[in-house]
């Protein structure tokens, strides 16, 4: 069974950083996209950032461009959002998702329903 579980989310003050960790068990994730998702109390879940476990091509979001990096740690079957400069508006619990891509086309997508497993998410919170 597939599991997602992440970690490293908290209170900072904004200009601070952090970095989420998503650990993935229980499959093979080669061909799979690996994606955070956020959502803020009021809004609807959002696309952040996401990786292709293979390819290693990434996509951001255009309010993560510039702040956020996205990357992957094969042997420990991670992938890691490291989030600087952060801002108030970043403040959202963040899921970390994993879903499969065509062979043919390794690239990440920022569609949710394209991920079919999802973590139970870790709240981060930007002071201001």
């Known amino acids: 069974q597939v599991q997602l579980v992440e970690s490293g989310g908290g209170l900072v003050q904004a200009g601070g950083s952090l970095r989420l960790s998503c650990e993935a068990s229980?499959?093979?994730?080669?061909?799979?996209?690996m994606g955070w998702f956020r959502q803020a109390p009021g809004k609807e879940r959002e696309f952040v950032a996401g990786?292709?476990?293979?390819?290693?091509?990434?996509d951001y979001a255009d309010s993560a461009k510039g702040r956020f990096a996205i990357s992957r740690d094969n042997a420990k079957n991670t992938v890691y959002l490291q989030m600087d400069s952060l801002k108030p508006e970043d403040t959202a619990v963040y899921y970390c998702?994993?879903?499969?891509?065509?062979?043919?086309?390794?690239?990440?997508?920022?569609?949710?329903?394209?991920?079919?497993?999802w973590g139970l998410g870790t709240q981060v919170t930007v002071s201001s």
């Open positions: 229980g499959g093979t994730f080669s061909n799979y996209a």
């Open positions: 998702a994993g879903g499969p891509r065509p062979l043919t086309n390794p690239t990440p997508t920022r569609l949710p329903d394209a991920y079919n497993v």
């Open positions: 990786i292709h476990w293979r390819s290693g091509n990434r």
